[in-house]
């Protein structure tokens, strides 16, 4: 009997750049392996050139994990480029502020470019090169007006890389899942526009859950595998919860269980299990279809 070949997926870490105990637990995962991409907040007090030199050492030889541009466009961080609006006491909006200034249609094209392209050359001077790849801290480059900046700062200023859309694959569709499905109808448009621009995307899209005390993820983390086709991608927070991240994120703990999760013996059984397996991050830029 044939075997069927594993689909190759890429397992992306969030947030790299947020906090050094996140920033050294994701380390860790890719040292051993058990994720093949991180994307990277440089809008953050605790990315500096030492964060960015570790991260960039684990590719040194042999490449372990595509790098890419984790945009961030909310609260409690504050914009790196001068004059950008709204904000509030110099600080970017709060993501329920930054949806209402969507929906009234309140964003103005120019400083979104300029500061998600500063935030672009802020990755690139630190790590010597442009990202693999490009997304937004809570899913922020998927919204109306927003995406329109942002994709116009990818074709001009990485248009080698590959973006991430949000959009799961049909079989594994929940239609309890509110958040999920939210994403998925602003990735029809966002899908659309990339394409248009001649920018490349990830096929499917898996990882939102309900971040909660009761959370298990060792029991959620099989369900994204269900239909994620060869190249889908799957979002993850990892880390160690330390006091600057209780300063400015409430999602805490739950990165612990994740870590823990990728760190354990059961995670490669479960990949082998559902036939998938981490995809190898090769040449200058990895990923997308």
């Not at 689909?7 to 860790?28: H, K, M, Q």
């Not at 999602?251 to 612990?256: A, I, Q």
């Not at 559902?274 to 200058?284: D, I, K, Q, S, W």
């Amino acid at each position: 009997m044939m075997r069927t070949a594993p689909r190759r997926i890429w397992l992306c870490a969030d947030d790299y750049g947020i906090s050094p105990g996140v920033n050294a637990g994701i380390r860790e995962l890719i040292l051993r392996g058990r994720i093949n991409a991180t994307s990277v907040m440089v809008a953050t007090p605790h990315f500096d050139s030492d964060e960015a030199a570790a991260l960039y050492a684990l590719n040194s030889g042999e490449k372990r994990a595509a790098l890419g541009l984790h945009v961030t466009l909310t609260a409690p961080f504050r914009p790196l480029s001068a004059d950008f609006a709204p904000v509030r006491n110099g600080r970017f909006l709060p993501l329920t502020e930054m949806l209402r200034a969507v929906a009234g249609r309140r964003l103005r094209l120019e400083p979104l470019v300029i500061e998600i392209a500063t935030q672009l050359r802020k990755f690139m001077d630190a790590f010597a090169r442009p990202p693999d790849f490009l997304d937004g801290h809570q899913h922020v480059h998927l919204f109306p007006q927003v995406r329109d900046a942002f994709l116009n700062v990818v074709a001009e200023g990485a248009p080698h890389a590959w973006v991430r859309q949000c959009g799961r694959a049909q079989p594994g569709r929940r239609l309890h899942d509110r958040k999920a499905l939210t994403l998925d109808i602003l990735s029809v448009g966002f899908r659309r526009k990339a394409k248009r621009k001649g920018i490349v995307v990830n096929p499917a899209f898996a990882g939102t859950y309900t971040f909660n005390a009761k959370a298990q993820f060792a029991r959620i983390f099989p369900r994204f595998l269900s239909g994620l086709p060869d190249g889908g991608l799957v979002m993850c927070h990892p880390g160690f919860a330390d006091n600057p991240l209780k300063a400015l994120d409430s999602l805490t703990t739950l990165r612990e269980r994740e870590f823990d999760f990728f760190n354990s013996d059961a995670f490669p059984t479960v990949l082998a299990e559902a036939g998938v397996a981490l995809a190898r991050p090769t040449g200058e830029n990895g990923g997308g279809s």
